[in-house]
């Protein structure tokens, strides 16, 4: 037998080695959270960004879930970094999908990340008091 | 070797090395590779000489007399064979069955294949401890009933039912008792006669001996009606036809009797291997058993770890060949119906994990299990957002 699942593709394979981006930021100016999901439906994820004039400068995540959604949180935190609120709203879980290699059945649970990270949108310092 | 810890023995066994010398004699020039219906040379002949002997051994582990074995292509077709072959033999009897809603897929497939042909079946739910009682299965039966359908060793949780309870309410009513002995043969004692079984599946493959080989046991008297599931050349009394695969029959029967011989010593030896590995694992907080915790088959142990999702654990232990509490039979994510019968979550049934031990199965095996799945549980845990932990 080969090594590789081939349930999981490179980038999901890469990301749960060390799962880079699990972690809390330090509280302090410009932090942003959010959540969505259910652990009860199996996926659960709170995104957390720094935010410094406009511009998210950090991103880290918690997440429960199947490897695929943890390695889409992590994937997140790179792929988000240094952008500002419009591209948070306009993000879309497709993007994710195509570059994780994400089966049609677990589409669902990149729709909870995209909600998530539109909740840090919509959390974005200056537009809302959630603002930590 | 695999440098992989390996803890599915409820999925499939490595063959035994002395089973596959034994098979070995049954292939090649200069070995018994006849056809053993071909009677009429000296090949034919001694193939059928270590068919007939096979045979003997594979009912010699269940109690019974090699007339009574027919073989198939592993337990599924056993389970089919006989669920199918004696309702719709017996059909002016009556139309009802009376099965658990833990079975295997071979035995639960088959009998939505009767509902579709307007038999009636009772799916009995078991208890939170996984197991069917026999007042559960007495409550079920009807006039009409003509078939019971109950698993010896659940093979997921590895309950252990009582069979010979209701073998005997069931002799006693005239009703047919069909198990499917999968995980259990080899492993535990079982009698077809003291248990008053009529219909018992094997597989070969659970108990080290090779896949695609398999046998449905029937009783001795008074002989069983079934109607078969395929038509051919008459072999195997007309119930399961084509060319009987010498080598694979062979395989079943060394692999029975060493079970047949081993069975105490290696229960024994792979028990306190399985409650080493729950103590190991039980030191773990928020894990718990699935299943009644000690009318169990020593070589399996499925537990449920909250807070750490099945998938992921499993990807997280690379070392080791375990089986998540997914459905066992396809690569579906959708929860255990199994787990779910017991009124275990979604949650919990998918945060499941079978390990299954075997004769192969060392203590140094166990000790690496209980160490990765600790460093596994422990990542994942911390990873996942606060909230009610363990």
Not at chain 1, 100 to 119: M, W
Not at chain 2, 138 to 161: F, K, Q, W
Not at chain 2, 187 to 194: A, S
Not at chain 2, 337 to 352: E, F, H, K, P, T
Request: proline share 6%.
């Amino acid at each position: 037998m080969s090594g590789e699942d081939p349930r999981y593709g490179e980038e999901v394979r890469r990301r749960m080695a060390t799962l880079p981006g699990a972690a809390d930021l330090p509280p302090g100016p410009g932090l942003i959270v959010a959540g969505a999901g259910d652990r009860e439906q199996g996926a659960e994820v709170l995104l957390q960004a720094r935010v410094v004039g406009g511009r998210a400068v950090a991103l880290s995540f918690r997440a429960f879930g199947c490897p695929h959604f943890l390695a889409t949180a992590s994937w997140l935190t790179d792929r988000l970094r240094g952008h500002g609120r419009t591209e948070f709203e306009a993000w879309d879980w497709r993007e994710a999908a195509a570059a994780l290699e994400v089966p049609p059945s677990k589409f669902g649970r990149l729709l909870v990340i995209q909600d998530a990270v539109r909740t840090l949108a919509r959390n974005w310092p200056g537009d809302d008091p959630s603002t930590v | 070797m695999s440098d992989v810890v390996y803890l599915d023995n409820a999925a499939t066994t490595p063959v035994d090395p002395r089973v596959v010398e034994a098979m070995l004699t049954c292939l090649g020039v200069g070995a018994d590779f006849g056809n053993p219906s071909a009677i009429g040379h000296a090949p034919g002949r001694r193939a059928r000489a270590r068919v007939e002997q096979a045979r003997a051994q594979v009912a010699a582990l269940v109690g019974a007399e090699a007339a009574q074995v027919v073989w198939t292509s592993g337990a599924t077709e056993a389970d089919n064979l006989a669920l199918l072959g004696a309702a719709r033999f017996y059909r002016a009897r009556g139309r009802h069955l009376v099965t658990s809603r833990t079975e295997h897929p071979a035995v639960l497939e088959a009998c939505r294949q009767l509902e579709r042909e307007g038999f009636e079946v009772e799916y009995l739910r078991p208890g939170p401890d996984g197991i069917v009682e026999p007042p559960q299965v007495e409550a079920a039966l009807r006039p009409d009933t003509i078939l019971v359908s109950l698993m010896h060793v659940n093979n997921e949780i590895g309950v252990v039912h009582d069979i010979g309870a209701v073998g005997r309410l069931c002799r006693d009513r005239g009703i047919l008792f069909h198990v499917d002995a999968a995980q259990g043969a080899g492993k535990l004692p079982i009698d077809m006669d003291r248990d008053c079984i009529d219909l018992l599946a094997l597989t070969a493959h659970k108990l080290n001996g090779p896949k695609g080989v398999g046998a449905l046991c029937m009783r001795r008297e008074p002989r069983l009606g079934l109607v078969p599931l395929l038509h051919g050349g008459g072999q195997e009394r007309a119930l399961r036809p084509g060319t009987l695969a010498t080598h694979q029959v062979v395989g079943m029967g060394e692999a029975c009797r060493i079970a047949a011989a081993e069975m105490a010593a290696e229960s024994a030896r792979v028990g306190a291997l399985r409650d080493r590995l729950w103590q190991g694992l039980a030191a773990l907080p928020g894990v718990t058993v699935n299943g009644h915790p000690t009318r169990r088959a020593p070589g399996i142990l499925s537990v449920t770890i909250d807070g750490v999702e099945g998938e992921s654990l499993l990807y997280a232990v690379p070392g080791l060949a375990i089986a998540s509490g997914s459905a066992c039979a396809t690569t579906s994510a959708e929860p255990s119906y199994v787990l779910r019968s017991l009124g275990r979550s979604d949650r919990l049934a998918q945060s499941s994990l079978r390990l299954s031990l075997g004769r192969f199965t060392t203590a140094a095996d166990v000790e690496s299990a209980v160490g990765a799945i600790g460093s596994a549980v422990e990542r994942l845990r911390a990873v996942a957002p606060p909230g009610e932990r363990p």
